[in-house]
């Protein structure tokens, strides 16, 4: 693409967006990389592909957050009203917005009239991990590009929401699913995959947005060939370097939540999952690259640098967390930066050109598992706070309480940086668990030693709390505490906002530097889904999912006491201030 | 199952879908009765229990129990194959008592779940009864291993056993893990034991129904099983049984009554029989 051809496209688009040539042609690789400063549209799943999920819109402000009201509601319609996780896409007069069970909606960015729905056809027998949530599309030229629960990516025509090509990503019969948002690099979809906790390998690919066509695979365990163009692309790591035996064919490392890019060092930076078997006991040594950071080459498929945030996780921890990239100085030394907060309670900052540690800080008030990082960015474990052997003797086990708990101190919910206050937001919970080995207990009709396990929440008054946190530094500047666990998204915006939902059906607004809750309105349901801005006819609209759901349903217990009076739901709701 | 004594004999004159019992309202066997068909939950890829042969057919031990089950109730069978979750409670929320997410609907019954007392108590969704066998772990050797030595002279010997089952557990995790290194992992226990007739392992362990299975009608001379007993093993062996949803008492009586006729008539022997797989009666209970 050609610097001018882009910069009249922008300009087009800055001008009307009622311009139909160009609409039709679509958002070009150019505007997509742009997305972060084109304050008019929403093109990727991050509000641009370092993920920041900041807009530099400042109309609405902490000073007349207040009157914000409704502009419409949309609702997704049917009796497939489970989670809504999804965050919005909003390009030419149109809002994109994926909903549970694997649909995609167009609705009119004005008026909120349902433009088309695609329903993809599921067959039975998917077996999602949690819940039938999608976290969104991808929008590129004439295709809005989705996955679906059967492990499908589909690409539609924006226009009319009909199939230009719909590709097999895995074997849902195997247990394979997809949830996550696409991205798309340089004409690349590039994708995670998700679902088969049982004998699953973790793999990003990238595919030619035009036809679907696959272009590359990376395995994410090491011993795994990856594949550039169908020719032998080099194995990952170094064959059995930190697994035993034949572990790594069945490692887990699933990459289910996407990635984030960086234009600045031309990196994808995807999180991988946990290792498999559950037990760390019964897969000595470091396990890569399971619970990492990867930064991969979107133009080959190599991993050019790694950094694993829980070697030998035997909490279930993960480490799909975002890596969002910022620049700040570190020492008065002005550096290329990312950072991570991972579910095992600890935020992370790296030097995002080579991976290098620079600092782990806890983002949660309760961390056992690990007293802190060392020099080389290596955990300092608590041994006997690692969840135990399986009892081949027949006995249970003794119990360990750790926290974070599995659902980590932060799960799937983006967290945002603004560039305004240079701090991050994070939406976090204090959650722990009573973790042991079950004498026997029962796995495809056979006898198994698994673990036991109960969450628990840390205080009784709330779980979640959203954190302003100084990523030079590590403080915590603010806090804001939700009884419910928190679930959804996190905005911020040059008008000095936080915005992000709750399950008890808010979306509120808070002070970006005190955290003073400034706004709220009940959407009807639990906000599990991530908000954005953009502007529209000279105002600025701001635009959540509402529609509760999610992997917290799942749990019993204490933690469902703070949401069991939460009713489902599935609705787009717009806001902006009254003229 | 777990029902009261009075309302499983009242069922016993209950057979064939014929309803005796008293009360007026439409119970779960009236409801089977009027569609016709039992639907019936039995694990995929599960070879001897349940799983499809090469031409994609339906087969198995828990197939044709739940076939001749359908049958006494004067019904019609009709199966779902499902993929195993994280554990049976999963199975049970996703094939009894809440049904799949996505598709399809909640089974009439399923097939192959453990009777274990302290188990029932933890998916109160469910009635579980009904236990027709008793499954243990098993091992067997091909001819580059002595079968009968302690396990840690197995110590260079390859070594094979379904991803992340007790055998894995075992041979992984046992005699201070000296094995760990040599387990080779497979999907399956039928294909552990694929592997050990195929020369690929020299030792594999799977369930005795899964070994005996493998070695039926002498398909593989060359491997023996391990006769002694297998040392410090976690679990003494299961009950597997049947389970309905727990508004389904009635059904739960009626296919407990079927089984504990099954079981004297020698049906359940002949069911078994011709997978190569010697029934073990259940220890009741346990």
């Keep these: 693409m050609k610097i001018s051809h882009m910069l009249a496209a922008s300009a087009a688009l800055a001008i009307a967006a009622a311009a139909p040539a160009f609409a039709q042609a679509g958002p070009t690789d150019a505007q997509i990389m742009n997305d972060e400063a084109s304050p008019g549209d929403v093109l990727t799943y991050g509000m641009g592909h370092r993920g920041q999920r900041f807009s530099a819109l400042d109309k609405i402000n902490a000073g007349n957050v207040k009157g914000l009201v409704p502009a419409f509601a949309a609702s997704l319609g049917g009796e497939k009203q489970r989670g809504q996780e999804s965050q919005p896409i909003v390009y030419d007069g149109v809002i994109y917005v994926t909903g549970s069970y694997s649909r995609l909606f167009a609705f009119d960015a004005r008026t909120g009239a349902e433009l088309w729905q695609y329903d993809a056809r599921l067959p039975d027998g998917i077996m999602p991990c949690c819940d039938v949530v999608n976290r969104g599309a991808a929008i590129h030229g004439d295709k809005i590009i989705f996955g679906t629960l059967d492990a499908h990516l589909v690409a539609l025509n924006r226009k009319t929401g009909k199939v230009i090509w719909n590709k097999t990503l895995a074997d849902y019969a195997a247990g394979y699913s997809f949830t996550a948002a696409p991205m798309i690099v340089n004409g690349k979809v590039i994708y995670g995959n998700s679902g088969g906790e049982f004998g699953i390998v973790g793999k990003v690919e990238a595919r030619d947005v035009e036809t679907g066509e696959l272009l590359w695979s990376r395995p994410t365990i090491e011993g795994h060939m990856g594949s550039l163009k169908g020719a032998d692309n080099g194995v990952t790591g170094k064959t059995n370097a930190s697994w035993q035996g034949d572990q790594w064919k069945n490692g887990g490392g699933a990459t289910w939540l996407g990635g984030t890019y960086d234009p600045d060092t031309n990196l994808i930076f995807m999180g991988t999952g946990n290792p498999s078997p559950w037990n760390s006991h019964l897969r000595p040594g470091d396990n890569l690259y399971t619970s990492s950071t990867l930064a991969i080459d979107p133009d080959t498929g190599v991993i050019k640098w790694h950094y694993q945030t829980t070697p030998h996780d035997g909490w279930d921890f993960d480490g799909v967390n975002e890596f969002i990239s910022f620049d700040a100085s570190i020492g008065g030394k002005p550096m290329k930066l990312g950072a991570k907060a991972d579910r095992n309670g600890f935020f992370f900052v790296l030097d995002r050109t080579n991976g290098k540690f620079v600092s782990a800080t806890p983002f949660v008030s309760k961390v056992t598992w690990a007293t802190g990082y060392d020099k080389k960015g290596r955990p300092i474990y608590v041994p006997e706070n690692r969840p135990g052997a399986p009892n081949t003797d027949g006995s249970k086990g003794t119990s360990v309480f750790a926290a974070p708990s599995f659902l980590g101190g932060k799960n799937w919910m983006p967290m945002s940086y603004s560039q305004q206050t240079q701090m991050f937001y994070v939406p976090s919970n204090e959650w722990g668990m009573d973790i042991w080995n079950e004498p026997i207990a029962y796995k495809k ?36 505490k939700n009884k419910a666990p928190l ?83 599935g609705a787009l709701w717009v806001f902006k201030l009254p003229k | 199952m777990t029902g009261d004594g009075c309302s499983r004999r009242a069922l016993l004159a209950g057979l064939a879908g014929v309803v005796l019992a008293p009360a007026a309202r439409a119970r779960p066997v009236d409801r089977l009765a009027a569609a016709g068909t039992l639907s019936i939950a039995v694990y995929r890829d599960f070879e001897p229990w349940s799983w499809r042969d090469a031409t994609g057919t339906l087969k198995g031990i828990d197939v044709d129990l739940g076939t001749a089950l359908a049958t006494a109730l004067g019904l019609k069978a009709q199966f779902t194959d499902f993929l195993a979750d994280e554990s ?36 109160d969704r469910c009635v579980i009864g009904a236990a027709y066998a008793r499954e243990r772990f098993a091992i067997a050797c091909g001819p580059g291993a002595d079968c009968e030595v302690p396990p840690p002279q197995w110590a260079g010997k390859r070594l094979a056993a379904e991803l992340d089952s007790i055998p894995d557990i075992w041979l992984s995790g046992s005699f201070g893990g000296v094995l760990s290194g040599q387990v080779s992992h497979h999907m399956s226990g039928a294909a552990a034991m694929a592997a050990l007739i195929d020369g690929q392992a020299d030792v594999a362990m799977a369930s005795k129904a899964q070994v005996e299975h493998a070695l039926a009608n002498n398909a593989a001379p060359h491997v023996k099983r391990r006769v002694g007993p297998i040392p410090a093993l976690p679990s003494p062996g299961w009950d597997v049984g049947l389970a309905v949803k727990d508004d389904s008492r009635d059904l739960a009586d009626a296919l407990e009554a079927i089984i504990e006729r099954f079981a004297g008539d020698g049906t359940l022997d002949r069911i078994f029989a011709p997978y190569g797989v010697s029934r073990m009666p259940p220890l009741g209970n346990g």
């Design chain 1, 487 to 569: 679930w959804g998204g996190v905005l911020s915006t040059g008008g000095n906002l936080v915005f992000t939902g709750t399950p008890e059906g808010f979306l509120k607004a808070f002070d970006a530097k005190t955290g003073a809750e400034l706004w709220k309105f009940n959407t009807g349901s639990g906000v599990v889904g991530t908000p954005v801005t953009w502007e529209q006819d000279g105002e600025q609209y701001v635009a959540v999912m509402s529609g509760w759901g999610g992997a917290v349903p799942l749990w019993g217990g204490e933690v469902a006491k703070s949401v069991q009076n939460i009713n489902q739901g």
């Design chain 1, 445 to 480: 009709g056979a006898a198994y030693l698994g673990a036991g396990f109960t969450i628990k929440p840390l205080y009784p008054d709330h779980i979640g709390v959203l954190r302003a946190i100084d990523p030079t530094t590590g403080k915590i500047a603010w806090e804001y």
């Design chain 2, 88 to 123: 049976v409670e999963d199975d049970l929320r996703n094939m009894v008592w809440r049904g799949p997410l996505i598709g399809g609907s909640a089974a009439d019954v399923m097939m192959h779940v453990p009777t274990d007392r302290r188990f029932q108590l933890q998916v």
